[in-house]
């Protein structure tokens, strides 16, 4: 009996698999829900939990998506597989497609990529291939790609990603026991937080909860085409994650905000940057600069005067800290003292 149930077999009712569709598994989602042990509290909310997606293999919630997407791509018998990304997304895709024997093309912008990605897609082979460009403009190359070549597309324009993804929901239902009031969610191409809010329908329309939780997405402020109105030619942020300008699931998010009755806002680099030290200081959970946005908007609704305090809410953390080193070491406040192997030294500072 195997311990670990794969994600497709796990939600296959609830998922485009077939008799044909190969259940194919590394071993992604039952991510940790974690309780908040000193923010919670600190915001005055009794019930705040993080969603720790970048427990999934490679590191982030694409995972969840990617794993739909290939199953697809081998059901279909392609070979090859592409996408753009600014990074979680060209991991997902290279690990799938190293494990199945697939080619993985992928699109990046040539800088403002995380360390931790670039050598992911590196370690598991994929043919990388870099543009003086942002991640709108890869995306737009991959689209020309796959209408002149046999590929398959596996972004979040790709249906089965955003299927793949909205286990996401299922899982935080399944453990909780009800829906949570508020999930907060960073927001980028827009593909998770469209995903999340079909789950909680599906879930909602089956009886697995009592309501549907409002959807507070987050766009960092120099790249929130959502929340401005307008595409961002040039978005600029250091949660390179979410440095987009073009959502491709725009419209997704705004039905998501909508129909839910939630928010879609932005937060500055600077409330990014805090929240992320915050997490790994206070809680001990290390995420990437981007996941850090769900909570810094939650911190921005308290401070502007939502009343969380009888609320249960979940922020989701999409991505493993460790797959931006740079940032962790251009931001920690640690200083790494080198000294002689000494223990009398080592007391001496050890004093202070
Ligand atoms: C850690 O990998 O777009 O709103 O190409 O890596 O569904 O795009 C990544 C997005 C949030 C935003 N957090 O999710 C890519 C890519 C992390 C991410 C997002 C991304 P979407």
Redesign the pocket.
């Known amino acids: 009996m195997p311990i670990f149930k794969p994600l497709l077999s796990k939600y296959k009712e609830f998922l485009p698999v077939g008799k044909n569709t190969p259940l194919i598994t590394l071993g992604e989602g039952a991510t940790p829900l974690v309780q908040s042990l000193n923010i919670g509290p600190s915001l005055g909310c009794k019930n705040l939990y993080f969603k720790l ?2 427990c999934n293999p490679t590191g ?3 995972d969840r998506g990617m794993v739909l997407a290939v199953a697809k791509a081998l059901e279909k018998d392609k070979k090859k597989i592409v ?10 895709a290279s690990a799938y497609g190293a494990r199945y024997g697939l080619e993985a093309i992928i699109i ?1 912008p040539s800088v403002e990529i995380a360390l931790g ?1 670039i050598v992911q897609a590196m370690a598991y082979g994929a043919k990388i291939i870099a543009i003086e460009g942002n ?1 709108d403009q890869a995306l737009s190359i991959v689209r020309s790609i796959v209408e002149k070549m046999d590929i398959e597309l596996v ?2 324009i790709n249906p089965y990603r955003i299927e793949g ?1 909205k286990t996401g929901s299922f899982e935080i239902i399944d453990e909780m026991g009800n829906n949570p009031d508020i999930l907060c ?11 999340y809010w079909k789950g909680f329908k599906e879930y909602y329309e089956i009886g697995k909860s009592e309501s549907l939780p409002k959807l507070m ?1 987050f766009q960092a402020s120099g790249s929130a085409p959502i929340v401005k109105g307008t595409k961002i030619e040039n978005p600029q942020t250091l ?1 390179t ?2 440095r ?1 300008g073009n ?3 725009w419209q997704g ?1 705004l039905k998501a905000r909508d129909e839910s009755n939630g928010l879609i806002d932005m937060v500055t680099d600077e409330e990014i940057i805090q929240s992320y030290l915050k997490l790994t200081r206070e809680e001990g959970i290390f ?2 600069p ?2 850090a ?1 769900s909570l810094a908007g939650l911190i921005k609704l308290v401070n502007d005067g939502e009343d969380i305090s009888n609320k249960s809410v979940v922020c ?1 953390l ?2 493993n800290g460790l ?1 931006d080193p740079e940032t962790v070491q251009k931001k920690s406040e640690t200083k790494i003292e080198t000294i002689d192997p000494n223990v009398e030294k080592i007391f001496e500072l050890l004093d202070d």
């Open positions: 997606e970048g982030s919630f694409k996408c753009a990304s600014t990074g979680n997304t060209s991991a997902s990046v990605k991640f972004n979040s993804q969610i960073p927001v980028g191409n827009a593909g998770n937080i469209t995903a997405g949660a994650a979410i987009i959502p491709a699931s998010a995420c990437e981007a996941s946005a989701v999409t991505g797959k």
